[in-house]
């Protein structure tokens, strides 16, 4: 497992290198109600897509926090259907930095930040990276999704529902 640097932020969503699978991730968060919905996707180097989960849940702390949910959510998926060979992507910078930094912050973030990097360890390769929002609509879509539903679901290539398979086509196209 490694942990590497962002690379410069894309404005568009591109592939990962030949072998490795990208990783998207976001979360959605009602400050209302502090409920929150993750969502992630992962694809291969050709852009096809492989798996998507969502998962809702109720009283996070903050956005921050839901988008520290939503990275563990992703690789944690990413695990339990056997893909180690990742890059992740979220929109979350500074949690995204915080991920990268030596150490785990004492605080509520630190307990998840240590979930994350106790997960990586279990992989072959983890590169943490940040990015536009622009280039994250199917992660995005998924989250929002999530906000209203009662249980985590999971699709793969074979059943995925019509507005998951738009949110893909417009991602692809887009890039």
Known sequence: MHILPSSPQPRHWTAPLPGQLRLDVDAAFDANSKCYGLGAVIRD?????????????????????AELMAIKAGLQMAKDFGHSSLVIFCDA?????????????????GIVIHDIKQLALTLDIVSFNSFSRICNGVAHCLARNALHRLSSEFWFDD???S???????ADIYAS
């Open 159 to 161: 059943c995925k529902p």
């Open 163 to 169: 507005w998951l398979v738009s949110a893909l086509l």
């Open 93 to 109: 910078v500074n949690e995204v930095a915080k991920i990268q930094r030596n150490g785990i912050p004492a605080n509520e973030d």
């Open 45 to 65: 180097s050709a852009g096809s897509f492989i798996v998507a989960g969502v998962w809702p849940g109720q009283q996070a702390s903050s956005v921050g926090m």
